[in-house]
């Protein structure tokens, strides 16, 4: 029987909650595909972090480098500056792992009432890959004046051309794979000078490598306008770090899913292991109450299916959550409108499969 | 009589459609409010770059410089790279004046039936304002390695202690101001590692000087799902410019007035002119037709008025377009559904006022 050995990093707040319905619901997709999984639990966190200084031990990544697949919950907590739980956990298995490709469905779910009008299931499905390892999010920069009136703060994003093409190459075979031949580029080469020209010269050199799938690119600006006014008109978006962060948030409170959102950060080569994790934080208002909706974790857990090669599987979770989603006497968490706990819906999506 | 000297720059496109309509406006708002104003016009635009190389005469931003204001049609047409005729043009104006304030309403109109469902005029009403001359918006920068496979491109963003802290006491003033005591804050300090922990850090000390104002920050990714799950919330937004330009075309598409949103760009202290002109581009799809709705350079003239320091004269001119879009009889352009032209809504805005 195949077995994956697969990291599980709860983290902080609700993660800690959501993370066993989504081993729960793989316990049993495994069963009925005959295959195995072995869970391995980290809980590297805040707490961590407030009890060693670090937010992962020093060799922290040399023990996630040999899992077939790393399973994430939520990162960061009140008193713990973002930048210092990210940059100390999330952002390097990011990078270390070579995870280039981040990966978000934007998807109007049956059951889920959205924001916009005149939407139904269906209109609105497409996929936002964001580079993940380079441009804006960088390290490279300074302070000086510290404390005076010239204080000045400089911010150094970069684009290499390997990274530029490998994400945009990425976008156009996913496109490929799908059926959904047309790809949107997200730029500002408008308004930023060096980086954003660079990337529209990347994206016409590397969309010219696939004549049979059609482009079009907007600023950022119009491109978030056009999210909310036409959702309908996307297929995959692909985007530097930072856009890409920003329309993969947008694009699920567009649909109302922001909550059960999924993504992967992919190293599509498996050159190392790909994190899935849901778009969700760590939920410090409602942690610790049992009520956190675990369709997120599940959803993540079947995007990871699908990257360790197992389609039908994923394919069968998401299947699950949607019946689970349209069926009115299912149990649903506060955010859904309902009382059930995180335990509860986690159990019907489990028996649903 | 009082007379303002005000530049008028129709630009590129339907900017020299809907720019007469402004001016029909001003001299009717002139009349019944006893000022005069003085129009100077300057045929600045693409073509101006593809006849002599550059964008306005070498002695542009002198000739602007006495004026009052600057009335801004729309900069842009295919064929001159977006990059060229706004840093030639648009960008040069921003920052040699000073108009370090980018300020632009977000706003439920009468009349417009907004993407999101269930909002009513006056759920959506609040203000984005926009650093308008650093921060990512630069000129730092620059390419190694081109054509190479080790192509590198840097492009750096700069955040100094002026620019921050005085953006930042524009928005609390404004807030002030409009008896909207409550400021937001777009940052994303927890990926952009030293610019987005220095605009927090400025944000807390500069807060600290509006005790009477509550604050509250929110990464942009999530910012931007709020704006359109929840943008009741919002009084007063301030971000960079970066985040501040995706911000201010977000919120007129959330509420579907993308076509008709105005913006300033603001010299607070008048040390020189400030320049008003609609968010929308040239569209080169419907320019020539006559056709264009002019609603967002007649709103942008209103906005002047209120710079001139004729607040009942711009709130007037708000007032006569609302009830022009209230009017079920009155003319519509083709975007709010109906087949009037440019000068019918121009005329009949003026006819309100
Ligand atoms: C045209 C472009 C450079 C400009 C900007 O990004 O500032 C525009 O989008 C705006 O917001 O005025
Ligand atoms: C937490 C934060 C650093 C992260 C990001 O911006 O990448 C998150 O928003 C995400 O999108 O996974």
Same mark, same amino acid.
């Given at each position: 029987m195949q077995?994956?050995?697969?990291?599980?990093?709860?983290?902080? #707040?609700?993660?800690?909650?959501?993370?066993?319905?989504?081993?729960?619901?793989l316990e049993v997709i495994g069963a009925k595909y005959g295959v195995r999984f072995g869970f391995r639990h980290f809980d590297w966190s805040c707490e961590t972090y407030r009890s060693t200084g670090r937010m992962m031990p020093a060799d922290g990544l040399d023990r996630l480098r040999d899992h077939d697949s790393i399973l994430l919950g939520a990162v960061g907590w009140p008193g713990v500056p973002d930048h210092i739980s990210l940059w100390g956990l999330l952002l390097p298995i990011r990078r270390e792992f070579d995870q280039y490709v981040n990966l978000r469905p934007v998807r109007l779910l049956p059951g889920v009432t959205p924001p916009v009008r005149d939407k139904e299931p269906g209109d609105i499905d497409f996929w936002v890959v964001r580079e993940n390892t380079e441009g804006e999010y960088s390290q490279l920069g300074g302070r000086q004046g510290e404390g005076t009136p010239n204080e000045m703060v400089l911010q150094t994003a970069a684009f290499t051309r390997r990274g530029t093409d490998r994400i945009m190459r990425y976008a156009f075979e996913l496109a490929r794979k799908l059926g959904k031949p047309h790809v949107t580029s997200a730029t500002k080469s408008n308004g930023i000078y060096y980086s954003m020209p660079y990337w529209d010269e990347r994206f016409a050199a590397i969309s010219a490598e696939y004549p049979d799938i059609t482009?079009?690119?907007? =600023?950022?600006?119009?491109?978030?306008?056009?999210?909310?006014?036409?959702?309908?008109?996307?297929?995959?978006?692909?985007? $530097?770090?930072?856009?890409?962060?920003?329309? $993969?948030?947008?694009?699920?409170?567009?649909?109302g899913t922001i909550g059960v959102a999924p993504s992967g950060n992919i190293n599509p080569e498996r050159d190392y292991p790909s994190t899935f994790e849901p778009v969700h934080g760590s939920a410090p208002d409602i942690a610790g109450r049992g009520i956190a909706?675990? &369709?997120?974790?599940?959803? $993540?857990?079947?995007?990871?299916?699908? =990257?360790?090669?197992?389609?039908?599987? #994923?394919?069968?979770?998401?299947?699950? &959550?949607?019946?689970?989603?349209?069926?009115? $006497?299912?149990?649903?968490?506060?955010?859904?409108?309902?009382?059930?706990?995180?335990?509860?819906l986690g159990k019907a999506v489990a028996a649903a499969v």
């Open positions: 077995q994956y050995e697969v990291a599980v990093l709860p983290g902080d #707040g609700i993660g800690n909650e959501v993370m066993p319905e989504a081993l729960r619901v482009v079009d690119q907007d =600023h950022i600006d119009i491109l978030c306008a056009r999210f909310v006014m036409t959702p309908e008109r996307f297929d995959v978006v692909v985007a $530097s770090n930072l856009f890409g962060d920003i329309l $993969s948030d947008l694009g699920p409170g567009v649909t909706n675990p &369709i997120g974790q599940i959803w $993540s857990a079947a995007m990871m299916l699908d =990257h360790l090669g197992l389609p039908e599987a #994923g394919a069968d979770v998401v299947r699950a &959550i949607e019946q689970v989603l349209t069926d009115a $006497s299912a149990p649903r968490t506060p955010d859904l409108g309902g009382k059930a706990t995180t335990e509860d």
